[in-house]
């Protein structure tokens, strides 16, 4: 039977577009807890584009600005208030791009990774909580491939934070998933790491994976 040949797309004839991919670390953006939001930028072709961008508030103010430094990758501290609408804006080829930042949690936790330096034999996980949350013992859990490396409870008072030091020898060598939950086992927030094996030709540590 005679089959239909492929279409091919010129890609001169297809207006190019930004595309804007949004990682608030810990998974979600919580009311006066400052956070890391990975930024991700590709073209509608998807190859990765290295820009420069800002984030404002709804009325033109400037919070802070970013820049992609690899592969269309990029990063900014943001500490977000519930009652401001926040949005990314960055200019690609004569183009503005103004992207909303993702809904705005009243209360919850975030989750920042500090990856050790190479003299240091601990990773810290700084867990931060809202001033709007009630106080409550939640776990926590390491885990690698499915398999469980460490657990624990804790208690972290609202508008604070407390940091968990995991040795580095206890890892295991790839994607790494530190996770909060509730007492109902609800996922309050979670964060993907990578760990360089230990018979990789660089030395063992912690490098940071884009933010889920």
């Given amino acids: 039977p005679n089959l239909a040949k492929p279409q091919i797309l010129n890609q001169t004839e297809l207006p190019d577009r930004l595309q804007i991919s949004i990682y608030p670390e810990g998974g979600m953006l919580v009311d006066g807890v400052e956070s890391v939001i990975a930024i991700e930028t590709c073209d509608r072709w998807g190859r990765k584009q290295n820009v420069n961008g800002l984030i404002e508030d709804i009325n033109g103010n400037v919070i802070t600005t970013f820049s992609s430094t690899s592969r269309g990758r990029g990063k900014a501290t943001l500490r977000p208030c519930r009652a401001t609408p926040y949005f990314i804006c960055i200019n690609y080829k004569n183009k503005l791009y103004r992207y909303p930042l ?6 919850g936790y975030g989750i920042t990774l500090t990856p050790p330096v190479e003299t240091n034999d601990n990773a810290t996980i700084v867990v931060k909580a809202s001033l709007n949350n009630d106080v409550e013992q939640i ?4 885990q690698c491939r499915g398999e469980l490396l460490a657990y624990d409870t804790l208690s972290v008072a609202a508008g604070s934070q407390t940091n968990i030091r995991i040795p580095t020898s206890q890892l295991t060598g790839g994607v790494n998933q530190f996770t909060l939950y509730n007492t109902r086992g609800e996922v309050l927030a979670d964060r993907l790491f990578w760990v360089i094996p230990q018979n990789h030709t660089l ?8 933010t889920n």
């Fill in 139 to 142: 776990g926590w859990t390491l």
């Fill in 102 to 107: 993702p809904y705005i949690e009243r209360q």
């Fill in 203 to 210: 030395k063992n540590g912690i490098v940071n994976a884009p």
